[in-house]
């Protein structure tokens, strides 16, 4: 992979800020769009905007031929067997939210168990304490390792006959680890849960394949892997879709209406009330075939150099903490930080009038953070746009920061 031909496909990159060149280094909140992605949505735009699957007419013809086109690619991107079990929301937050709002209301009675970790984003937590409100289930969380990992052991000391759900991020926002979600699903499957995988951070950077992690659900936003915002996937096993209710009732899902009662379309379109986000599924589908030619594993591998790399040298920074594993195949490419005693938003601040842009704050992980004992870090996150250069650049900008707090140290 030619990293400085990719970076071309990224006019944004091209630009200076506060006098420098920006380094880009908020992937994990919202990655970079490429041309062609961009391109896509003006194209739709300009040449055959208008509603799918309404009528006849030319235009609505070719905008519903490229939405369900790009529910396809999706398909074939997460491996799944059915189109059918390929639903577009809004992203992960939407995606999450209707399994506890529809699955989980529809399944848990008082006595269940929900099980999710210490390190998932309020995405991924939120939606199930108010499920377990609702249903009067139990939330449990599974604990975490010194360095921030997750021992199979503890799931499976978690994770009991009575549990119902096990949700569980692929990859940490903050801490960068991968969890071994396949062995999790087996033993949320052995105790007769359903597991579902925030995928937000794990689909822009790692090939998936539902069938083989063999997980229930699967959420995941567009706008981290080169996509527009907006929009988002969530992926569930045939069966199971087909004995949920849609959690949005209206035009475009139905099969028939009477006045009293109405009955739903089948899937995946009973879970798309009202107009759904067309150009956002577009440029979705746009954003797969970016990355499926460059390579996901690919991808993943430049991911990991860059995480190993920045380890490396930002861990010679002294007065440095770095948070999660050091050991560079347990992560993705992000290195999360405080440094001594500087705010990290002071941290970040220094950097942005050197140009470079990270983010700071709790990450929407507030438990995580007070595992941590933080309460809040600073976080450096890469994709495929980004070099080693960049990383000298983050360096030097840590160093710069130092000086600046010089009293701290
Ligand atoms: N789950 C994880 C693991 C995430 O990292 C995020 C967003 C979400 C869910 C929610 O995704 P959304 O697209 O619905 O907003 N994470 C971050 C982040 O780390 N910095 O900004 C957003």
């Known amino acids: 992979m030619n990293v400085l031909d990719i970076r071309r496909q ?60 790009a529910r396809e690619k999706v398909r074939k991107f997460i491996n799944a067997k059915s189109i059918q079990e390929v639903i577009f929301t809004r992203g992960t937050t939407t995606s999450l939210n209707w399994v506890a709002a529809s699955y989980a209301t529809a399944n848990l009675k008082e006595g269940d168990e929900i099980v999710i ?68 699903a087996q033993i949320a499957h052995e105790n007769g849960a359903v597991m579902v995988v925030d995928g937000a951070q794990s689909a822009p950077h790692m090939k998936i394949d539902v069938q083989d992690l063999d997980c229930d659900f699967l959420a995941f936003s567009g706008h981290k892997m080169c996509g527009p915002t907006g929009i988002g996937v969530l992926y569930g096993k045939k069966h199971l879709l ?27 379109w009973k879970f798309e009330g009202g107009t759904p986000i067309i150009a956002g599924a577009i440029g979705l589908g746009e954003a797969i075939d970016f990355l499926n030619e460059v390579g996901m594993d690919t991808i993943a591998e430049h ?38 005693d500087v705010h990290p938003h002071d941290v970040a601040t220094v950097l942005d009038a050197e140009g470079i842009a990270v983010r700071a704050g709790h990450h929407c992980a507030q438990p995580l953070m007070k595992w941590l004992k933080a309460s809040a870090t600073a976080r450096a996150s890469f994709y495929l746009y980004n070099t080693e250069e960049d990383i000298d650049r983050l360096v030097s900008g840590l160093v710069k920061t130092k000086e600046y707090f010089s009293d701290v140290f």
């Open 303 to 340: 991911d990991q150099r860059l995480a190993a790399y920045a380890l490396e040298r930002m861990s010679g920074i002294e007065g440095i903490s770095i948070y999660g594993p050091l050991d560079p195949a347990k992560r993705t490419g992000m290195v999360t930080f405080n440094l001594a």
């Open 242 to 268: 087909e004995n949920m209710e849609p959690v949005e009732f209206g035009g475009e899902m139905i099969d028939f209406v009477e006045l009293y009662d109405s009955t739903w379309k089948e899937l995946p």
């Open 117 to 184: 970790t210490y390190m998932e984003h309020h995405s991924n937590i939120i939606p199930w304490q108010q499920a377990a409100k609702r249903t009067g289930a139990k939330l449990k969380y599974i604990p975490l390792q010194a360095d921030g990992t997750i021992s199979l052991d503890d799931v499976r000391a978690t994770v009991t006959s009575n549990t119902k759900i096990v949700s569980v991020m692929q990859v940490s926002n903050v801490l960068g680890v991968i969890n071994p979600v396949k062995e999790i």
């Open 10 to 69: 990224f006019p944004i990159l091209n630009q200076e800020v506060n006098g420098h060149p920006l380094v880009y280094l908020d992937s994990s909140a919202t990655s970079q769009k490429p041309v062609r992605v961009i391109e896509t949505l003006e194209k739709y735009y300009r040449e055959y905007n208008s509603n799918v699957h309404r009528g006849v007419h030319t235009l609505g013809t070719r905008a519903t031929d490229a939405y369900e086109g």
